[in-house]
């Protein structure tokens, strides 16, 4: 696979591929998603992080808290003077976390009603699928993929796109993607994870606050399922053939910067019963619910 280098980027404008030229709607560049890729993945992540209460809610509470803060500061380091592409960004949730002053941040979703929650805070928004991206090849410092891969249905061609974008120097930051070994639950844990669902609706729980929110969440998940999910090989035999250092972390979301030195912190309870009923031992590394993935493009010598 070879790429081409765009050595002066200054706009949405100078990022596109060649030929690409979007409609602008309320100030969101929209870019043509094939009829025949607009799954129910696809329409689900549209609708659900484009209506305005839904959307509102998640940006107030997934992705804003200090261990989340910290950890993506540490992977990616400054953002200031950078170009920075955040692929699934919906309605803004880490560059409002992570802050900085970016030269140029281009926010990627399918939703239009996220794009526009995401504009108000600085991004360039950008209409168009993860899985096939209409931005130029080697153009970001930075590349922002954050709790998206499990909602595309194409996992390896989300991953692939993301990479493409990134400089000779630049670095890749994956997170918040289900970890498949944590999530394979067997017997009385798929049960109980399966019969979850009328509980949380009868709590109100973010996500779940009615039978219509509920549907729309799961549908959007494409790979939220016990069995499936991301894995450290799965990553690494995407991006190492085209030229990544790659390093994995595994998580459990209430540490920071302290996952780089190996440790992966500790689930909720539900989790870890759940867990300990499939076989599966809490405390180590396959059970950590997440995978951070840093993945930097080497530089040709």
């Known amino acids: 696979m070879t790429y081409s280098t765009v050595s002066v980027i200054s706009s949405l404008e100078d990022a596109l591929h060649e030929g690409v030229t979007p409609e602008y709607i ?7 998603v094939s009829p025949d890729r607009l799954t129910l993945a696809l329409a689900a992540n549209a609708q659900y992080f484009g ?27 400054s953002w200031d003077d950078k170009i920075v592409v955040d692929i699934g960004c919906g309605p803004g949730n880490v560059f409002a976390s992570v802050g900085g002053r970016p030269k140029l941040l281009i926010g990627v979703d399918i939703s239009f009603g996220a794009l526009k929650m995401a504009a108000e805070l600085g991004y360039q928004p950008l209409l168009a699928d993860a899985q096939q991206l209409p931005l130029r090849s080697q153009i970001a410092d930075i590349v922002v993929v954050n709790a998206t891969l499990h909602h595309c249905d194409d996992m390896t061609q989300a991953l692939r796109e993301a990479a493409r974008l990134v400089k000779p120097g630049g670095v890749l930051v994956c997170d918040h993607d289900p970890q498949q070994t944590a999530w394979h639950y067997k017997g009385l844990a798929r049960f109980i994870w399966e019969a979850r669902l009328p509980l949380y609706r009868w ?22 399922v016990p069995g ?64 951070m993935c840093v993945a930097q493009r080497e530089v040709s010598k």
């Not at 309320?26 to 043509?32: A, K, V």
């Not at 209506?51 to 997934?62: D, K, N």
């Not at 540490?255 to 780089?260: D, P, Q, R």
């Open 26 to 32: 309320d100030g969101i560049s929209c870019t043509s």
């Open 228 to 291: 499936d999910g991301v894995t450290a090989d799965w990553f690494r035999s995407v991006l190492d053939p085209v030229g990544f250092s790659t390093r994995i972390f595994p998580h459990n979301h209430d540490l920071g910067a302290e996952i780089f030195q190996g440790n992966i912190g500790r689930s909720a309870s539900k989790y870890r019963i759940a867990q300990r009923f499939s076989g599966i031992d809490p405390d180590s590394p396959e059970a950590a619910l997440s995978l």
């Open 51 to 77: 209506h305005p209460q839904w959307g509102r809610s998640y940006f107030e509470a997934c992705h804003r808290d200090r261990a989340f803060i910290d950890r993506w500061q540490a992977a990616t380091g």
């Open 203 to 224: 709590i109100e729980r973010g996500g779940h606050a009615s039978k219509c929110e509920q549907e729309c969440a799961l549908a959007s998940e494409a790979h939220h």
